[in-house]
């Protein structure tokens, strides 16, 4: 294990989009299983740091890797596409435009139908999303156009968590 690989070398999978969970799960715990600080309790403290840094950075590899919108993220990121979500919020006009219609609905709805609706509209359109993300990484390689569709695909995932916030609080 090299700590400068990236997240897909270390764990040994395609540089890809599109991933096997199960594999990615099993990997995961195969590689805490040799890095743990404990089996190096005999060769001394620097051995130890040195096996809890190798902890943390699988631990990091995964936590990127196995969520679809960190992956992409990183993909992109790896292939001179950064998302730069914070600076760059240039997004199609149509696109802006569903963004205002959801965000009037949420506001106008009064009970949870109303709100399961948005919901469902909000994750139809993530899902569509991913399959673009990963047509666009995998199969055309093209990153730039894969970071704008990752940044869009932010705002799908911040505003399901605000229709499913709201649910909650309706439900109560």
Known sequence: ????????????????????????????????????????????????????????????????LKNPLNRASYLCELHGAPINAENNTAMPTAFLV???????????????????????????????QLLKIERLLDADHDFKAAAEQVRSLMFIERFAREVDDRIDLLGQ
């Open 1 to 64: 294990m090299n700590l400068q690989s990236n997240d897909f070398e270390l764990f040994g999978v395609p540089v890809q989009f599109l991933q096997d969970r199960a594999q990615l799960d099993a990997r995961w715990k195969e590689l805490q299983r040799e890095a743990h600080p404990d089996k190096f309790a005999v060769q001394g403290a620097a051995a130890q740091r040195l096996a809890m840094q190798w902890s943390v950075r699988i631990n990091e590899a995964y936590q990127r």
């Open 98 to 128: 569903q963004q205002m219609e959801w965000r009037e609905a949420l506001e106008e709805a009064k009970t949870v139908e109303d709100l399961d609706k948005i919901a469902l509209q909000a994750n139809t359109l993530q899902r569509s």
